[in-house]
């Protein structure tokens, strides 16, 4: 059969969560699947590392989907004047876009949550929020089914869109391969390199309001008032939205001196960084998922989080669980990862457990399922 795929977010060194799981996802998928012929559809020049198999036939609809306008006329125009000549047997998008209008076609949606409808404040330009809120709930309907990465945002889209939920599978995220624990000598190596040997707490994400960075300041500022250390604090992420408050917390940090800021690095660098850390501080205020906390289950290091939306469902027990809204539950749960080995330990050692329920062969093969079940039906 012929299975034309939304490929858009596979971009060349800039993969994020949504574009790892449609990389790690599809990459399995290609190969243990050779009896199946699939059409990527690029939005603009692709990287041949994309290619995953013989069995896979890029090509590139326009325009490039770069804002609300493109976005619409790449999903309503580009991608059905490509399905109209490929005749595909199943359409399949993996960041849950999907053209409204394709008739004919079964469509499989992965739609991974629904921030923009719990946190509208966080999205700066009023034309996203528009589209967004104008065509999400059309591409939750139009698909034949639907899969999601938590049990969470599959009760969200019941809820918010009324769609069925018999029609919506849980397919886990994964985490890298690469992400494993060091030993001492190496984890030593790396504070040397990245921290003059000192240990650390580690952000991982996008700088973006969502991502609570702001009071992770203030936690950290709030930790060094109250345990006398070297500690410092790592921040991994892309400044792409620093300005404002984020940048305002800061600036007003006593001990701004101690924030390490890496921007954005890749899988070799995470994966060091993760494993010498003394615990990952992922507290947003709203995730469909949480891929870095597998990360850190699989890294082998403590994981502070949010007791709010999915990231509860994936932390499970191996995680001190805070309010994201609370800068002192934060910096009291950093306190005691940093005190009380035991406890840092138990973390890690139910970390270990927990990880054995995500891996991206297993998101793979459920994400196939929810394919074949709709190609059954056809």
């Not at 969200?156 to 919506?168: C, R």
């Not at 404002?244 to 800061?250: K, T």
């Not at 027990?317 to 934060?330: F, M, Q, R």
Request: aromatic share 14%; net charge neutral; proline share 5%.
């Amino acid at each position: 059969m012929k299975i034309a795929v939304n490929t858009r977010l596979l971009l060349k060194d800039r993969l994020d969560g949504i574009g790892w799981f449609t990389h790690e996802c599809l990459s399995r998928i290609v190969r243990q699947h050779p009896e199946h012929q699939f059409y990527f559809l690029f939005d603009r020049p692709f990287d041949e590392s994309f290619v995953y198999a013989p069995n896979v036939t890029p090509l590139v609809a326009y325009p490039p989907a770069r804002h609300p306008y493109l976005w619409y006329l790449f999903f309503e125009w580009g991608i059905p004047c490509k399905v109209r000549k490929i005749k595909p047997d199943l359409f399949l998008s993996t960041d849950g876009w999907v053209p409204t209008g394709l008739s004919g076609v079964p469509v499989v949606n992965v739609i991974h949550d629904l921030n923009f409808v719990h946190q509208p404040d966080f999205i700066v330009k009023k034309t996203v929020k528009r589209y967004y809120d104008r065509y999400f709930p059309q591409f939750a309907h139009r698909a034949d089914r639907i899969a999601t990465v938590s049990e969470y945002t599959r009760q969200d889209l019941h809820q918010q869109y009324g769609v069925p939920l018999s029609k919506i599978d849980v397919v886990y995220n994964g985490s890298n391969d690469q992400y494993c624990p060091l030993s001492a000598e190496e984890q030593k190596a790396v504070k040397d390199k990245y921290t003059g040997g000192c240990d650390f707490f580690l952000f991982v994400g996008l700088i973006h309001k969502r991502k609570n960075l702001a009071n992770i300041f203030r936690a950290f500022d709030t930790f060094k008032r109250q345990q006398s250390s070297d500690a410092k604090l790592v921040v991994v992420g892309d400044k792409k939205w620093w300005q404002g408050e984020i940048e305002d917390a800061y600036l007003a940090m006593l001990h701004r001196q101690d924030v390490i800021m890496m921007g954005r690095q890749p899988v070799e660098v995470l994966r060091q960084l993760y494993a010498s850390s003394r615990a990952l501080l992922y507290v947003s205020f709203f995730e469909g998922f949480g891929i870095p906390i597998v990360e850190a289950f699989n890294a082998e290091t403590a994981v502070i989080t949010s007791n709010v939306t999915a990231m509860p469902e994936v932390a499970g027990d191996a995680a001190l669980l805070v309010d994201p809204y609370s800068v002192g539950e934060i910096s009291a749960a950093m306190l005691q990862v940093w005190n009380d080995d035991a406890c840092r330990e138990a973390l890690i050692a139910r970390g270990r457990e927990r990880r054995q329920l995500f891996s991206w062969q297993q998101t793979a093969d459920k994400l196939w399922r929810t394919v074949e079940t709709v190609l059954k039906e056809r």
